[in-house]
Nanobody, 115 residues
Framework: QVQLVESGGGLVQPGGSLRLSCVAS????????MAWYRQAPGKQREFVAI???????NYADSVKGRFTISGDNVKGTVYLQMNSLKPEDTAVYYC?????????WGRGTQVTVSS
């Protein structure tokens, strides 16, 4: 079974940058897509960005132009470069993969944007 471990979260001032990483352990054969979601306190988990096997990407409107997803579905690594961070980006960020139609989640990494 695939396990995902996120890293790179932390405290950053508004306008700053962070780079999140996610590494999958176990077999990554058949991974169709890798994505990032986030959950702010008191809110539902929401989609942030996704990268599919061919390299196509898609983003939530709230992060377009500020966040960039990259990664390698075969190696099971995915990154999220976050620039121009805003206080409303504060959340726990979760890595997600789709492998043969099954969804796997990491435990999350906290991102706090505050002055």
């Amino acid at each position: 079974q695939v396990q995902l471990v996120e890293s790179g979260g932390g405290l950053v001032q508004p306008g700053g940058s962070l780079r999140l990483s996610c590494v999958a352990s176990g077999s990554t054969f058949g991974v169709n897509s890798m994505a990032w979601y986030r959950q702010a306190p008191g809110k539902q988990r929401e989609f942030v960005a996704i990268i599919v096997g061919g390299g196509s990407t898609n983003y939530a409107d709230s992060v377009k132009g500020r966040f960039t997803i990259s990664g390698d579905n075969v190696k099971g690594t995915v990154y999220l470069q976050m620039n121009s961070l805003k206080p409303e980006d504060t959340a726990v960020y979760y890595c997600n993969i789709n492998q043969f139609g099954s969804m796997y989640w990491g435990r999350g990494t906290q991102v706090t944007v505050s002055s």
